[in-house]
């Protein structure tokens, strides 16, 4: 079912297998006409994403307004469509090979009985594997908390410690506690001057005032 036949005169993509639209709309009405003659219904059309590889490397294919058609035997990959789109192919010595818009290989087909290409396109896969993450946090000392949470004092750190008031608080409390010079400098005060300097200036200049008053004729 992931083989893909090779036709260079189909109009679009065709596929029976329903399972591998990434997006898909009924097409009410729908019809191909086959080179026999016969008519064939188109049940719904849509877009495929499917796994390519050439050699070691793989890449995802997306294969626009693909044709489905429950009742046809074959997956049917036309190469009107590729090469429409600004890519490229290359057929010789009974390989098919396609180029992507960057002209890299994306993929290899062989050629078959009756002059047929064949390709082999896989769904992609969609079995996820689950990942469990275990992370450990480091406790941090009582400074670095200190420093976080704005210089709150050591005393407040060790209330929200022993209540357990907040959640990923992990404080190693066998780490000092020092002083801490941003607190210590933000808490400096200057001193007032004395008072007592204060009425020697005034003292002073009531001194002056008198001696100016009695100069003046």
Not at 96 to 124: A, E, H, Q, R, W
Not at 172 to 178: G, S
Request: aromatic share 10%.
């Amino acid at each position: 079912m992931y083989d893909w036949l090779v036709d260079s005169g189909s109009t679009n993509h065709i596929t029976n297998w329903w399972e591998l639209y990434s997006s898909y709309e009924p097409t009410l009405g729908a019809t191909v006409h086959r080179v026999s003659g016969k008519i064939t219904l188109v049940a719904g059309r849509g877009i495929q994403l499917l796994t390519a590889q050439y050699r070691t490397q793989r890449h995802i294919l997306q294969l626009e307004n693909v044709n489905y058609i429950p009742t046809n035997k074959y997956n049917i990959f036309t190469l009107g469509r590729w090469d429409s789109q600004g890519r490229r192919y290359e057929a010789s010595k009974g390989e098919i090979i396609l180029f992507n818009c960057l002209d890299v290989p994306v993929l290899k087909g062989l050629k078959i009985t009756s002059n047929i290409y064949k390709f082999k396109l896989m769904p992609i896969d969609t079995n996820k594997t689950n990942y469990t993450l275990l992370c450990k946090e480091v406790k941090q000392t009582w400074e670095i908390w200190h420093q976080h949470f704005g210089h709150v004092s050591y005393r407040g750190l060790k209330k929200l410690q022993k209540d357990k008031l907040l959640n990923g608080f992990m404080v190693d409390i066998n780490t000092p506690m020092p002083d801490c010079t941003s607190c210590i400098e933000a808490k400096q005060s200057v001193m007032s001057l004395p008072h007592l300097e204060a009425t020697k200036t005034t003292k002073l200049c009531r001194v002056e005032l008198r001696l100016m008053c009695l100069r003046v004729p």
